[in-house]
């Protein structure tokens, strides 16, 4: 086990998520599928300690969890509305709040910087003990997975499939006559759009929150290998000490700017979800 300094470091990742036990039954174990299980522990252990005691007066840690709990809940009901706010907020609020501290999660020192290395045909690679579970391809594509498989199922619920085939190909605005045979090919080609867009929404929903994640992670592991960014810049001599310094000295302004963009992530992943929601379910309503 080695340490990729210096103290406050993230190490740049690679593309793929190694395996950490490959010779054991533990084969399946990734380091970002280790981080979930610390981020899932993590949340649990705060909300059992903000409701073990539950009382009509909360206290801090109670008052806390139900001012999230409410706003979060009112903000998604002004979208959805009450009916489908109910069935879906479970889903949606647990994607918030396992993506915001899972992105949180990957900034605390010793996540991506303290691992081991291996002999690969390139030469030596470090390999993260922990690595952050959104920085991981596979649980974004898994998240956005099950959240558009509920999508549908709530959408089917809500409207039937013959509604839902006719909001998609059907002619919109009333219209009657012999301009209403001039549009039905125009709609059907919109609707074919439409269901092409609906297939790509768990890539682009993924990818987004992959591809900042993945790049917050390396931004922050190239800033702090200040000994070779002076390299690049031909300062063959740099001290060591120096080296050191600024390695926690320069990220510090990013850190910061990687938590907004942490919240910010989970923030747009979820009300995606809510407005792919809001599209699908409510128009029959108004």
Same mark, same amino acid.
Request: charged share 10%.
């Given at each position: 086990?080695?340490?990729?300094?210096?103290? $406050? =470091?993230? *190490? +740049?990742? /690679?593309?793929?998520?190694?395996? !950490?036990? #490959?010779?054991?039954?533990? &084969?399946?174990?990734?380091?970002?599928?280790?981080?979930?299980?610390?981020?899932?522990?993590?949340?649990?252990?705060?909300?059992?300690?903000?409701?073990?005691?539950?009382?009509?007066?909360?206290?801090?840690?109670?008052?806390?969890?139900?001012?999230?709990?409410?706003?979060?809940?009112?903000?998604?009901?002004?979208?959805?509305?009450?009916?489908?706010?109910?069935?879906?907020?479970?889903?949606?609020?647990?994607?918030?709040?396992?993506?915001?501290?899972?992105?949180?999660?990957?900034?605390?020192?010793?996540?991506?910087?303290?691992?081991?290395?291996?002999?690969?045909?390139?030469?030596?690679?470090?390999?993260?003990?922990?690595?952050?579970?959104?920085?991981?391809?596979?649980?974004? $594509? =898994?998240? *956005? +997975?099950? /959240?558009?498989?509920?999508?549908? !199922?709530? #959408?089917?619920?809500?409207? &039937?499939?013959?509604?839902?085939?006719?909001?998609?190909?059907?002619?919109?605005?009333?219209?009657?006559?012999?301009?209403?045979?001039?549009?039905?090919?125009?709609?059907?080609?919109?609707?074919?759009?439409?269901?092409?867009?609906?297939?790509?929404?768990?890539?682009?929903?993924?990818?987004?929150?992959?591809?900042?994640?993945?790049?917050?992670?390396?931004?922050?592991?190239?800033?702090?290998?200040?000994?070779?960014?002076?390299?690049?810049?031909?300062?063959?001599?740099?001290?060591?000490?120096?080296?050191?310094?600024?390695?926690?000295?320069?990220?510090?302004?990013?850190?910061?700017?990687?938590?907004?963009?942490?919240?910010?992530?989970?923030?747009?992943?979820?009300?995606?979800?809510?407005?792919?929601?809001?599209? /699908?379910?409510?128009?029959?309503?108004?």
């Amino acid at each position: 086990m080695v340490y990729n300094p210096p103290f $406050l =470091a993230t *190490a +740049a990742l /690679s593309a793929e998520t190694p395996q !950490i036990f #490959t010779n054991s039954f533990l &084969g399946w174990l990734t380091n970002s599928i280790l981080v979930t299980f610390f981020v899932l522990g993590l949340i649990v252990w705060i909300v059992r300690s903000c409701t073990r005691k539950i009382s009509v007066i909360p206290g801090a840690g109670q008052n806390f969890l139900e001012a999230i709990v409410e706003g979060f809940f009112d903000s998604v009901e002004g979208i959805l509305g009450d009916k489908m706010t109910r069935k879906s907020f479970g889903l949606l609020g647990s994607l918030f709040i396992f993506i915001l501290i899972s992105n949180w999660f990957g900034l605390l020192p010793g996540v991506g910087s303290i691992g081991w290395t291996e002999m690969t045909h390139e030469g030596k690679e470090f390999i993260p003990l922990l690595r952050p579970t959104t920085a991981d391809l596979n649980m974004t $594509l =898994a998240l *956005a +997975a099950v /959240s558009m498989t509920l999508w549908f !199922i709530w #959408t089917m619920q809500a409207t &039937g499939p013959v509604a839902f085939i006719k909001e998609l190909f059907g002619v919109k605005g009333g219209m009657s006559g012999p301009i209403l045979f001039l549009l039905v090919p125009l709609f059907l080609f919109v609707g074919v759009l439409e269901v092409l867009s609906i297939l790509v929404r768990p890539v682009s929903l993924s990818l987004r929150l992959y591809g900042n994640v993945f790049a917050g992670e390396n931004l922050l592991g190239t800033l702090i290998n200040t000994q070779q960014l002076a390299k690049d810049m031909g300062l063959d001599h740099f001290p060591q000490w120096l080296s050191y310094i600024l390695s926690c000295i320069i990220p510090i302004p990013f850190y910061f700017m990687e938590l907004l963009v942490g919240f910010l992530q989970a923030m747009v992943f979820t009300l995606l979800i809510v407005v792919y929601l809001q599209l /699908s379910t409510t128009h029959e309503e108004h």
